[in-house]
């Protein structure tokens, strides 16, 4: 192990990640941000399902796949082959913690259940991601992220009132679930160091997707009905939200009642809105937005977003252009900041990839190594885990089972 991996907060952790698509492999790569050996278990051949989704990077990455895998070893193994099951439950045992989203019943019917893995080892973290409570009527249904961001509201609440249902840009659902996961597995490594014990999480998709409607779904239980949408505004401050100057779009935010004077005043020139009985608070601003927001976008757009952004910073208001997703990625800003870089890839030459967002004593995490080729680290993995011979690896390959 490097100095700089061994000075890592999770060093030392061996993570088991036999999850594929994104949630679980979301939590797997937060894992390995941090610093543990995450060893990515896939079908020799297919490999994981978004290695045909999305442009293609190589023989065998997308843009897809390499979002989610960045920090981790791919091994191939044929869980349908005795033989390849085995080799999994072997590494399971000299792992802290396994990770899975098997259809329900899946794991065990491999043996890689956890009463089947925890049997010898009391101290496994094993987690289990489901799209529904693995306790209740629905744990049996498979989970999608569309599906439960219908179901779970987030559709309703997403998008502008004249609109349809509206699903988030990404798969929201799937991500935070794969965030609240690791949040969960961090709980348990904390709490293994003072019990010695390990213990079964388990997530659902639905479960994390209702508890990120979070003030949203509050105001509703408040109503007794859906609240209203607004799009980019907000329900309840006035003015917050996308505004056009004369050449672009920009992110207003305004946040007291002391800024809406200022931003009337020396933003837009219009003192007379500070004046007027119906603006001079927020309440009485979102009452009366149908009335306000109108001589706000016609006072906004006739200055060009520089201007408009010079004033806003100088009056203390909270402001930012709204840039395309390539103008952010390749911004001054994020490129300071070291968030998009590259690394080497045998077939694609120089390849992007996004660094863990975390800073730990003012230094960001690196990205160690970029998303596996499909089976890169099997015979690597298996020699130095498991012991395994050249002769035994060879007659696996020949079987199809690694």
């Known amino acids: 192990m490097s ?10 952790v061996r993570v088991l990640d036999l999850s594929r698509v994104l949630a679980g492999p979301w939590c797997a790569m937060v894992l390995g941000d941090l610093g543990a050996e995450v060893i990515k278990v896939e079908h020799p051949t297919r ?6 989704w999305g442009l293609r990077v190589g023989a065998t990455e997308t843009t897809y796949f390499n979002s989610v895998n960045r920090n981790k070893r791919s091994v191939c193994l044929d869980l349908q082959t005795a033989e390849g099951q085995q080799i999994a439950r072997d590494l399971a045992r000299q792992s802290d913690v396994v990770l899975q989203n098997f259809k329900f019943g899946g794991a065990e019917k491999l043996g890689l259940g956890y009463e089947q893995l925890r049997e010898g080892r009391d101290d496994l973290i094993y987690l289990s991601i489901a799209g ?3 306790h209740g009527p629905e744990a049996a249904r498979p989970g999608y992220d569309i599906v439960v961001q219908g179901e779970a509201g987030l559709m309703a609440m997403n998008g502008n009132a004249d609109q349809p249902p509206l699903k988030f840009g990404i798969a929201a659902v799937d991500l935070f679930t794969g ?3 690791a949040q969960a597995v961090l709980a348990a490594l904390f709490e293994r160091q003072k019990t010695g014990a390990g213990r079964h999480i388990e997530m659902a998709l639905f479960d994390c997707g209702l508890m990120i409607t979070s003030y949203c779904g509050l105001e509703s239980m408040k109503l007794d009905s859906d609240p209203p949408r607004y799009g980019n505004a907000h329900p309840s401050i006035v003015p917050y939200g ?4 004369q050449d672009g779009p920009l992110v207003i935010a305004v ?3 002391r800024q809406y004077e200022r931003f009337c005043r020396e933003v837009i020139e219009r003192p007379d809105l500070v004046d007027d009985e119906r603006f001079r608070t927020n309440i009485v601003r979102a009452a009366n937005r149908d009335v306000l927001v109108p001589e ?18 100088g009056a203390g208001i909270p402001c930012g252009e709204v840039l395309g997703l390539h103008e952010a990625l390749t911004s001054k800003r994020a490129s300071e900041a070291g968030l998009v870089t590259t690394y080497a890839h045998p077939e694609a030459g120089d390849t992007h990839v996004l660094a863990p967002p975390y800073r730990f004593d003012g230094a960001r995490l690196p990205v160690r190594s970029g998303p596996p080729q499909l089976g890169e680290g099997t015979d690597d993995v298996l020699r ?6 050249e002769e035994r690896l060879s007659r696996l390959k020949s079987e199809g089972v690694v």
């Not at 100095?3 to 030392?12: C, I, V």
């Not at 996308?242 to 100057?245: M, N």
């Not at 977003?305 to 004033?311: I, N, P």
């Open 242 to 245: 996308v505004f056009d100057a």
């Open 255 to 257: 946040g007291t009642n």
């Open 47 to 52: 490999g994981d399902d978004t290695r045909d």
């Open 132 to 134: 529904y409570d693995r």
């Open 3 to 12: 100095k700089m991996n061994a000075a890592l907060p999770l060093a030392g």
């Open 384 to 389: 130095s885990l498991l012991g395994l011979s």
């Open 179 to 181: 965030m609240y996961s």
């Open 296 to 313: 706000l976008k016609r006072a906004i757009g006739m200055h060009a977003r520089q201007v408009l952004l010079e004033r806003l910073v």
